[in-house]
Structures are given as structure tokens and as C-alpha cells.
């Protein structure tokens, strides 16, 4: 069964940095990543990255936020720096492994609330 354990959300002010955590079980993925939504939006892409390292941002939190894995623990990090109040978002973890046949299979956490005060 899989499972994605979010932590690390809070309420921080501006200027000022949090880190989430994901910790992953029940598989191995191909691709983990962190995307966030504001209530009526839609969920966007915040971070993600492959097992072999390769990392995509959206332009709006590059610079500012850094993705990193740890394979060995089958982890996703977010580190997220100079946190502006319109990064204020539930961020989800999001994980993706492939069945045969090249079938995409995607998982989701929880969520966690980030707020960003001015």
C-alpha cells in the first residue's frame, strides 16, 4: 500500500523559510515532486524530481525554493527560502511510478498547509 507522509508546513513570516518533508512507502518512484492549491485554484507545480536528479521549477519559485530526494529513503524534500505571502498554498506531495507498459500511476499526500504572513 502506498503511502506519502507530509510534514513540515507551518505559518512563517515573510522573508523566512520552511522545509517540507515526504517520506514515501509501499514503492519506488520514478518521479517526486511537490505541487500546491489555493482554494478554487487549480493545483499547480511547484518542484519536481527524478530518481536519476533531474528537477523541473515553476518560474515563480526559482531561485527561492530547492527540491531534493534521498533515494535511500525513499524522500522528497522541499527547502523553500524568501517565502512570499502568495506562496501561501496547501502543498501536496506527489509521487509517480509507471506500471508495465509505460502506465503512469500517481500518488498523493495529504496535503500541508504553508501561510506566509506579511
Known amino acids: 500500500q502506498v503511502q506519502l507522509v507530509e510534514s513540515g508546513g507551518g505559518l512563517v513570516q515573510a522573508g523566512g523559510s520552511l522545509r517540507l518533508s515526504c517520506a514515501a512507502s509501499?514503492?519506488?518512484?520514478?518521479?517526486m515532486g511537490w505541487y500546491r492549491q489555493a482554494p478554487g485554484k487549480q493545483r499547480e507545480l511547484v518542484a519536481t524530481?527524478?530518481?536519476?536528479?533531474?528537477?523541473n521549477y515553476a518560474d515563480s519559485v526559482k531561485g527561492r525554493f530547492t527540491i531534493s530526494r534521498d533515494n535511500d529513503k525513499n524522500t522528497v524534500y522541499l527547502q523553500m527560502n524568501s517565502l512570499k505571502p502568495e506562496d501561501t498554498d496547501v502543498y501536496y506531495c506527489?509521487?509517480?511510478?509507471?506500471?508495465?507498459?509505460?502506465?503512469?500511476?500517481?500518488?498523493w499526500g495529504q496535503g500541508t498547509q504553508v501561510t506566509v504572513s506579511s
Open positions: 506527489h509521487a509517480r511510478r509507471y506500471l508495465l507498459g509505460n502506465i503512469p500511476l500517481d500518488y
Open positions: 524530481m527524478t530518481n536519476s536528479g533531474s528537477t
Open positions: 509501499g514503492s519506488i518512484f520514478s518521479l
